[in-house]
Every structure is written in C-alpha cells, then in structure tokens.
C-alpha cells in the first residue's frame, strides 16, 4: 500500500460490500496493520463484520481501487485482530506517505466534524451539505467548511564568500540541540509575501528579499496547511523574539545543527536550498 494509487473523492457510494480502507481514529490513535517488514499500513476491514457504520464516515476515495474511509473506532467496539493503535505523529514519522496523508486527511475531517456540531451564529444543530464537504445550519443555512489554517515557513539564507549560511532557530520545547526553520499563521488580510516577511522580522529581526516557494504539506495538528518558501537576507542582524525562541543564529552550510526528521517539510526546504548553495543558485 506504500505505492499505492489514490484517488480522491467526498461522495462515497450507497452500498459497500467489499473490504474497505479504514483511518479508524481512537482519539488521536488510529488502528494500524504491519507489513512484512514491519511498516504501518491502513487496515482492509470488512466493515460489518467489525461493527462499523460507514453512513457517518468521511469518505475519502479510492486507494487501488478500494473504498477509503475515515472514522472513530465505536464505543465498546470489538478491535479486529492482529491490529494495533498507533500516533498519527508516529505513522507520520514512519514515512508511508500514503498512509499518513489521508489519516492526516481522516483526523482533520474528524476533528471539524466534532468541533463543528452546532452553528456558530445561531446555535442550532448543523447537518450534512447536499453537495460540498461541509455542514450546513440547520436553521440559518450557514454552510460550514472543513477549516484550513494556512502557515508560512522561511528559511532564510545568505551567500558568505564561497559557501552560505542558514539562519535557524530554536524554542525551548525542540529536543536538544535541534533547530529549525522560521514559521507563523497567515494573519487576515495578509498576502503570503507580507506574511513571510513579518513573520521573518518579529521572529528573527531581518528583512528578506527574492521569496521562492518551495512545496506545501498540510499538518493535521489540528488543520494546519504550511507553505515553504526559502528567502535571502537583505539586511539586519540577527535578534531573536524572546518571547518565542531561546535562540535564532546564523550557521555555515558546512556546521549545521541537529536538524528536522526528513519526513517534515521544513527539512525538505533545507536540503534543497542547500543544493541550489552548492550548486551556486
Ligand atoms: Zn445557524
């Protein structure tokens, strides 16, 4: 299932005979089955058979060729052998891509579905949309989409004689000796190029020039979408917020610190922009 081919859909069909894909959530656990070398894979489940409704399930396509579902495992519900719960943050950290995209997919559904039962203006109960993802006031008709919180990431980088450096950071909660990449929320009425801009200046205290985007990945905690961008410096020293980073500093491409697993983007964006410093882009 690692290589599988998917393909995405919100209207499931009206009867389901087959086995079907399942991102059966028990909080934020979800059930997992293990390959022949030990890989986490999303289980195939006879969904009668296991006690499970698929009428109030999110649909979410078809992974080859089978229905794809995300859901909560029911109270008292009997657990299908040979199967075990597993962190969405570690089946992400375990790198099936496939995997952790639509359980990523299944929580933020879940997640918007629970926190979105009743209307915001009104009060009363919202129910599914005819048409689109979403839930509709049953009363007002106010229609409720899934929400997706966007983020901006910076790395910002300057060319040094022959070689460059990469200014990261890090906040009191990275594990030891680990720095990262500059990142904040897309404020309203903000375009993405003032976000990264602000964001680099109040975390770091440096202007940037020259925004090149790198490549998106939505993060499920709760609905995050993060957008990556590498920047050069165009000017500034280095001050790092106090009330956000125990430290920001330049490094030299050759002298880096302990860095993000490669499975984030945030480390994705490092090792490309410091192909392009290699290569002299
Ligand atoms: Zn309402």
């Keep these: 299932m690692a290589h599988g081919v998917f393909v995405p859909g919100h209207r499931g069909p009206a009867f389901v005979a087959e086995e079907v894909v399942c991102c059966l959530f028990q909080g934020s656990r979800l059930l997992v089955s293990r390959d022949g070398s030990g890989a986490p894979q999303l289980p195939r489940l006879d969904a009668r058979a296991s006690g499970l409704s698929l009428k109030s399930a999110h649909y979410l396509g078809r992974l080859d060729g089978s229905h794809c579902y995300g859901l909560h495992l029911p109270q008292g519900a009997k657990l299908p052998g040979g199967l075990e719960l597993l962190g969405l943050r570690a089946l992400i950290l375990e790198g099936n891509e496939l995997a952790s995209a639509l359980a990523g997919q299944a929580f933020q559904l879940l997640e918007w579905e629970r926190t979105h039962r009743h209307c915001g203006a009104c009060g009363a109960p919202t129910t599914p949309h005819a048409a689109d993802r979403a839930v509709e006031c049953a009363d007002c008709r106010i229609v409720y989409y ?5 983020v901006m990431m910076a790395l910002v980088y300057r060319k040094t004689g022959d070689r460059g450096e990469l200014l990261l950071t890090r906040k009191p909660n990275y594990a030891p000796g680990r720095y990262t990449v500059v990142a904040g929320f897309v404020e309203a009425g903000e375009t993405l190029e003032q976000c990264l801009a602000r964001e680099v200046k109040e ?10 985007y790198f490549g998106s990945q939505p993060w499920p905690f709760p609905n995050s979408l993060v957008m990556a961008f590498s920047a050069e410096w165009a000017g500034g020293d280095v001050v790092p917020d106090p009330g956000e980073l125990e430290d920001a500093r330049w490094f030299p491409v050759d002298g880096l610190p302990e860095l993000p697993e490669s499975v984030h983007i945030s480390r994705q964006l490092i090792d490309d922009t410091l192909e392009r410093l290699r290569r002299g882009g």
């Design 203 to 212: 975390e770091v205290g440096v202007d940037i020039r020259n925004p090149r």
């Design 146 to 150: 899934p929400r997706i919180a966007p």
